[in-house]
């Protein structure tokens, strides 16, 4: 459950599964995975689970209106969007099976490289 910053005590918190009724009006198919206080006053940071990936959702302290796009800094000169998007989509490249893989080089190089390709 998150809460919002301000006074109006109707938008003090929004919880995972209001964040999700309020998302599947645009699409049954969406889910809300996290919520928290955004940055700005006033909003939600609200993680979406698209099906296929995870984007972020500002939902206002009504309740009523989501804003999609980039939340920036124009203080820090930061966008605080891509920031947290980095955040959410890393990969634990250790979870990878590699069993399979076609290696070059050395087996016991310090980096790796993964590239993935679909053959057809």
Known sequence: MAYARG????????????????????????????????SAEGIWEVTVNTGTKRVLAYI???????????????????????????EINKVDVSSIPLDDALVMGDKSAPHKLIVFDEPE
Request: net charge negative; charged share 30%.
């Open 60 to 86: 206002g302290c009504s309740k009523h209106y989501i804003i999609l796009g980039d939340l920036l800094d124009t203080k820090d000169k930061k966008n605080l969007t891509q920031e947290w998007m980095t």
């Open 7 to 38: 006074a109006d005590t109707k938008c003090e918190t929004l919880t995972k599964d209001e964040a999700t009724a309020i998302v599947k009006t645009l699409d049954p198919n969406l889910s809300a995975i996290d919520v928290r206080t955004s």
